[in-house]
């Protein structure tokens, strides 16, 4: 199992980013996606998940209204669109799944394999 996130940077308050997670290894289109993060100093937080069909999607209410989770099963990528980013935003995002389990958990402890991460910094 292999996933490669991409995508993060430095941004100004307000901005947007779209993370990027190439995903290889398993069954992409059986598998719930989700993506967690971890603010500095701070413990690892759910953010986003997809089931694996794409049919439906949740958030967490620090991110409900301004992140969009998608994914494209024929590319094997899943997607974070963030807009109106805020500074208590800035953390490392992870790319997260546990392969042939088709339903989002909102736990962190839950998923088997993460990606390496990708910085995310709002900042003026």
């Known amino acids: 199992v292999q996933l490669v996130e991409s995508g993060g940077g430095l941004v100004q308050p307000g901005g947007s980013l779209r993370l990027s997670c190439a995903a290889s290894?398993?069954?992409?289109?059986?598998?719930?996606m989700s993506w967690a993060r971890q603010a500095p100093g701070k413990g690892l937080e759910w953010v986003s998940g997809?089931?694996?069909?794409?049919?439906?999607?949740f958030y967490a209410d620090s991110v409900k209204g301004r992140f969009t989770i998608s994914r494209d099963n024929a590319k094997t990528t899943v997607y974070l669109q963030m807009n109106s980013l805020k500074p208590e935003d800035t953390a490392v995002y992870y790319c997260?799944?546990?392969?042939?389990?088709?339903?989002?958990?909102?736990?962190?402890?839950?998923?088997?394999?993460w990606g390496q991460g990708t910085q995310v910094t709002v900042s003026s």
């Open positions: 997260v799944t546990t392969p042939g389990r088709t339903i989002v958990s909102h736990r962190v402890d839950e998923y088997d394999y």
């Open positions: 290894g398993f069954t992409f289109s059986s598998s719930a």
């Open positions: 997809i089931y694996s069909d794409g049919t439906h999607t």
